[in-house]
């Protein structure tokens, strides 16, 4: 930088503060602006203490009229721009309106226009409380579409009943209308009607002018059906597992959910005939009277609830053929899961009762049932039904049981002989020798070594029926028999203050007899077989676990059942204990050894293949 450069700058700063000096303002000035400050402060202060009190007035005050109108007039510019033609139907006031007959209360909501509950009337819950399907506030229902480019859902809008008064019918059927009414000659209607001592409740939905409202281009509506499963047994646990959604395809089988998983879901891509909601003991269930086209089904389980098990969901698709008038036909079923009241339909719906697959399926169906109905129609304890039941199952198998202890005796009196033949092979290496020889002696003295194999094959059948039948029996619901109050659940004699792995928090006495017993039979059953822990080291003491496994695993299920196994098992060991009565098994190796010395006898079969044998040349074995 040079001289002239500091000179400048070094001028410039003395004017700067002699500036600054000469014209700052005197003490009275500077006493002046601060009154003037304060005074602007003060007003202002003034002025924000008068405005809030303003506000708070007219927050005190009734509101004036043109502020409401306003409102309003949003408002229905609002629900038109949502709804269109349906906006006068977007707000209502919910009514409500019933029709029952001797079987069912059914309470329709004006919302919705849709089934708003379902009383049973001829049953109560596990704490004695009339039997609801399901609560209103719980359960969508209702028709989902485009309309005016707008979705559409008649589940939000409300209805116009045809009446407000209950309809009770006494001996002829009663219907009951709810419009969704957009004008005189456009409207949705829902047709509900019941008839006389029934459980199926007729339903129509009738679309009249709505073929300009409802987009064109459509060709189906879909059908939203929601709803939580109420819990209605005293085995919670046991009824939630039975708990799903069941469907029947059009012209074709029965399929479900899964019942044991917390969800499942099916995308279902073509015709069906009906959905079901299906519980333990009852069953929700909507059949259209053509088809549905397609649909989608879900089931949640609701979890840490004491009132609901799980949540079902069915999206169906109806067709649509967009006409001035037009009438989809479909019905509801509201009622319990009973056999013969579920096969009057013709439809299937007895599909929804878990009775085993295959030949399981049909020992229920073709055997079990007939004769527990026959049965119950004479005797109106269901405890003694099971013992009656119990026993003529046993009578009728007591030909193949003497049959299986017999087999049983043979091979044990030819014990001795079958040690022998360890003896004389001893080796590994000598196995298929021994086996041989083994099967030479049995044929020798004439016995069957799978003989006694007969009765278990009759018998398992029944047993795993059984284990279908009794737990979903309605007939045994609230049944109860000496210390059970109910059949169709467990039978608990002692509540525990704690819960048991696998076992639970209760003792059930029928299945703690049942395994006394069966414990008892497996020790017989030891003692009458030649089996011996050299030959099948574990085998007897996986024998003796069974039974007590069969104690935690029986624990909750239905104590009918574990009544039945319990006389199933005591009846055996009293049909054991006589048979070996009338056995005299030192004759009966008497009986076996003077078989040796008889020719066999051929079969007629045999004799067959060595006569074309002989005609063919070829050489004949001679003993």
Known sequence: MDKNSIVGMVLIFLVLIGYSYFTKPSEEELAAAKIKQDSITIVEKEKSIEEAKIKQEVKNAVPVIEPQEISETTKTKNQLNQYGSFANVA???????????????????????RVYSVELKNYETFDSLPVILFDGDSTIFGLNFFAQNRAIATNELFFTPSTTQNQIVSD?????????????????EYLYTLEANSYMLKFDINLVGMNNIIANNLDYLTLNWETNIRRQEKGKKWESDNTTVFYKYFQDEVDELSIRSDEDKEELKTK???????QQFFSSILVADNSFLNGFVKVNKIEDSEKYLK????????????????NIPMKFYFGPNKYKTLHQYKLKFEDVIPLGWGIFSWV?????????????????????????MTL??????????????????????????????????????DAMKKQQATMALYKKVGVNPMGGCLPMVFQMPILFAMFRFF?????????????????????????????????????????????????????????????????????????YLMPLMMLFWFNDYASGLSYYYFLSLLFTVAQTMFIKSTINEKALLEKLNSNVKKTAKKSKFQQKLEQAAKKKGYPQNRK
């Open 311 to 326: 949540k079902c969901y069915a999206e169906l698709t109806v067709p649509y053929l967009s006409k001035p008038s037009e």
């Open 272 to 278: 069906i005939k009906w959905v079901a909601f299906k």
């Open 91 to 113: 707000q209502g006031e919910n009514q409500f309106v019933t029709l029952e007959n001797d079987l069912m209360k059914v309470k329709f909501s004006s919302k919705g226009g």
């Open 364 to 388: 229920n169906k073709y055997a079990i049932i007939p004769l527990f109905n026959l049965l119950g129609s004479f005797v109106s304890n269901y405890g003694i039904v099971i013992l009656l």
């Open 392 to 429: 003529i199952i046993k009578l009728v198998l007591f030909p193949f049981t003497r049959k299986s202890y017999l087999s049983s005796a043979k091979m044990r009196v030819l014990k001795p002989q079958i040690d022998e033949l360890s003896k004389k092979f001893p080796k590994k290496e």
């Open 172 to 188: 002829s059927s009663k219907s009951i209308s709810l419009k969704l009414k957009l004008s005189d000659n456009k409207y949705i």
């Open 471 to 543: 737990p979903s029996s309605i007939e045994l619901r609230h049944q109860g028999f000496l210390w059970a109050t109910d059949l169709s659940s467990y039978d608990s004699v002692l509540s525990l203050p704690f819960t048991i792995p696998y076992y639970g928090d209760h003792v059930s006495l029928f299945c703690l007899l049942m395994t006394i017993v069966n414990l008892v039979y497996v020790r017989i059953n030891n003692e009458q077989t030649n089996m011996s822990s050299q030959q099948m080291p574990g085998m007897k003491l996986m024998m």
